[in-house]
């Protein structure tokens, strides 16, 4: 064995402090080992020394990014008591913090022969096939193969009658067999992101499923039969192709959440339109079909191509084609973009701030879409809801409305399609040769300003920016309109209270010009003339220098109010997830991850800019795997946008010896590095002592379960215990505390 373990003759001697170490990871009857860089070599030290323990375990771990797996599958069906094994990929990660698959394609056969196994985890790995021994485990209730290469399920999949939790997302399934309907204790099946095209109607034999996920298919319609699923509470249908939905779903007596957001509906049952569980939200719902564009007459008789999840490549050919990505993106290519054959290639991408480059009240809607080869050009513009001539890396911003005139030397007037309120007025003579002009309006309510301003007589216009492509001044004046702050009219007005402030185009200074201008009223517009162009501000209020509040409601208006939760996996207490979510989103997330996850209550509120970088750090015990590239200096790094999921999940382990107490740690967040483009006096905040420190949150890893179960003697008690301390028990849907 120590040949096998490339230990060599010149190593024998640190064989016994190997295993001592190896030792350290044995808690009684559970091997957690996929958090370590070596885990299937100690696995292995393991075995050869301390077999007759490794044997009893019940509880395993490995990652199959291990160079070591292969060996150790072969150990693993000598070990009969195992209830639950996990060897999963996406621990190793890419240079831009993907995770990567694991090596597994298939599994040894005698595996098939643990008879005690009810939980099987072969998530992020690269199976084309369900391996044929996984139908001969006769315990088994929990099976996880989610990202994987999965084509098809066996047709005698229904064989694994006990079965009552399934999750297949994330593949390349095109349908699937008619047995699926023997599985007649399953509870939860999840077949999001596959290439699913249809269902058989033996789905609708799961009487026990609870929560069915079928978003992300190519499900143009759904069998009635879904109606006889009387148990289910949670239907998720978002992002298919679904012209028409059954009107039986709505009746479905426990159903709390029907999901139909993003289809192809344009009409739905009353019945489910009116049902307040239904979300249809990004239907064409009322809209008649749109007739063809004159670039797309021959687009019905395009290839259509579907990608599923594992594929990152297609060919466009000059007969044009159409292409839907497994995330949900549209290409359209139309005939002759292409002359000649052209191999696509594309991948997604997490933003990354140095190439990410986002203006002031930018937000970042998506990731990073790369296409390959760059710079390739093409005969005909392409791409759907964006016209391309040639690729590079696209992503999604949401940016503030920019209106945009020519203006001659005759003169123009440009209006705010925000607030047709607003508007400039150039007059004749104004330029001497013609120059673009740029209008850009923010709104902002009455009840932000009194929040942040703590002064409900505090009052604002819309901030209104103008830019233009010249640096010269214009000849003449520019007459500009806009409307008087809420609550404020031509008829009550204070002019001592009014105030119209000039910023430059970064938001840093804010001056007070009501003396240098020439202000007119009407009943509900203030009317005044400009000869340069950057940010206009009308105020009404009773403070004498408003220059500096302004400038703090800027600022506040840039940043996003957000609470860190931590939450540990219930079947898996170091499982950890840690999430920086906005504070009105807080609770629908909560929501969403109780039924998996419990820990403390989110931390309390900070405020954090667009595309700010902060890091997680856990502390007092715990430690993570750190050989991954978001890992710095042993903290987790993050980079915060508004909407973004900004979450991690992530394996955590402790030295400390848990067989007699549990740990107790914690988590904190850190501010990074100081982003170039925040207003100085938030910069100057961030300095000093203790001055990046954010929130901290506890992290609890429990007392080795199974040591504890000795002690009290519970003489073959499988009940759950009504104290507090942590049990490992057995229930639908797999183990938990």
């Not at 996990?86 to 990567?100: H, I, N, P, T, W």
């Not at 009487?207 to 006889?228: Q, Y």
């Amino acid at each position: 064995m120590a040949e096998l373990l490339g230990l060599g003759d010149e190593c024998r001697e640190g064989a016994s402090g190997a295993l001592v170490l190896a030792s350290s990871c044995l808690a009684d009857n559970r091997l957690n080992l996929d958090v370590y860089p070596d885990g299937c070599r100690r696995f292995l030290q393991l075995f050869e020394g301390q077999r007759g323990e490794v044997v009893q375990v019940e509880f395993l771990r490995l990652s199959s990014n291990d160079r070591l797996l292969g060996t150790s599958l072969g150990i693993i069906p000598h070990l009969k008591h195992l209830k639950s094994l996990v060897l999963k990929g996406g621990y190793a990660r890419d240079e831009f913090g993907s995770c990567q698959h694991g090596s597994l394609t298939n599994l040894p056969p005698d595996v098939g022969n643990l008879r005690c196994l009810t939980h099987l985890d072969l998530s992020f790995n690269s199976f084309s096939t369900l391996p044929s021994c996984i139908l001969h485990l006769p315990s088994l209730r929990v099976l996880l193969v989610s990202h994987n290469s999965l084509v098809a399920l066996p047709e005698d999949f229904g064989s694994l009658r006990k079965l009552t939790f399934f999750s297949a997302m994330k593949n390349q399934l095109k349908d699937l067999p008619q047995s699926i309907g023997e599985l007649a204790v399953l509870q939860d099946l999840d077949l999001s992101e596959n290439a699913l095209e249809f269902l058989p109607e033996e789905v609708g034999n799961l009487h026990n499923c609870t929560e069915l996920d079928l978003s992300g298919n190519r499900l143009s319609s759904i069998p009635d039969s879904l109606a006889n699923l009387k148990s289910l509470r949670r239907l998720h249908l978002h992002s298919n192709l679904l012209v028409t939905v059954p009107a039986s779903l709505a009746s479905l007596p426990n159903l709390s959440r029907l999901d139909l957001q993003n289809n192809c509906l344009r009409a739905v049952p009353p019945e489910i339109q009116t049902s307040p569980f239904v979300h249809l939200r990004g239907n064409p719902l009322g809209e008649t079909e749109p007739p063809s564009q004159a670039d797309e007459s021959s687009a019905k008789g395009l290839r259509r191509l579907f990608l599923a999840s594992g594929e990152d490549s297609f060919t466009v050919t000059s007969e044009g084609c159409k292409v839907v990505l497994a995330c949900g993106i549209h290409f359209y290519f139309p005939p002759g973009a292409a002359s000649d054959p052209l191999r696509i290639y594309f991948r997604t991408l997490a933003p990354d701030p140095q190439w990410v480059k986002l203006r002031h009240h930018d937000v970042l809607l998506s990731r990073v879409l790369e296409l390959q080869p760059h710079g390739v050009k093409f005969q005909q513009k392409h791409v759907a809801h964006c016209s391309v001539l040639h690729f590079s890396w696209f992503l999604v911003v949401s940016r503030l409305v920019e209106n945009e005139c020519k203006v001659p030397t005759e003169g123009t007037l440009l209006f705010s399609s925000v607030d047709p309120n607003i508007k400039v007025t150039f007059p004749a003579g104004v330029t001497e040769e013609t120059r673009s002009v740029k209008l850009q309006v923010l709104p902002v309510s009455a009840e932000e300003i009194e929040e942040i301003t703590a002064d409900a007589g505090c009052r604002a216009s819309p901030l209104l920016c103008l830019f233009q492509d010249s640096l010269l001044d214009f000849l003449r004046p520019v007459r500009i309109q806009l409307p008087l702050p809420p609550g404020v009219t031509g008829l009550n007005l204070d002019r001592s209270r009014l105030h119209l402030l000039h910023g430059d185009l970064e938001g840093q200074t804010w001056d007070d010009i009501t003396s240098q201008v020439v202000l007119e009223f009407t009943h509900l517009y203030a009317v005044f003339e400009v000869t340069h162009f950057s940010w206009y501000w009308l105020w009404y209020s009773t403070k004498t220098y408003i220059g500096g509040i302004a400038k703090k409601v800027y600022e506040r208006l840039r940043m996003y109010q957000v609470n860190f939760i931590a939450l540990q996996r219930k079947k898996d207490p170091e499982q950890v997830l840690l999430q920086c979510v906005p504070k009105h989103k807080v609770d629908p997330v909560l929501k969403k991850l109780q039924d998996r996850y419990r820990g403390p209550e989110p931390s309390d509120m900070v405020e954090m800019f667009e595309g700010e970088q902060f890091f997680a750090a856990f502390e007092r015990g715990i430690s993570i795997d750190m050989d991954r590239p978001d890992c710095v200096d042993g903290r987790l790094s993050f980079i915060f946008y508004s909407h973004l999921k900004n979450m991690k999940e992530i394996y955590v382990t402790s030295p400390v010896d848990r067989k007699g107490q549990a740990v107790k740690g914690q988590v904190s967040f850190y501010r990074g590095a100081i982003p170039e483009s925040i207003p100085e006096d938030a910069s100057r905040r961030r300095k000093g002592p203790d001055s990046l420190w954010l929130a901290t949150l506890p992290i609890k890893l429990p007392v080795s379960c199974f040591i504890f179960y000795r002690k009290i003697n519970l003489d073959g008690v499988r009940a759950r215990p009504s104290c507090s301390a942590n049990f490992v028990f057995l229930h639908e849907k797999g183990w938990s505390e």
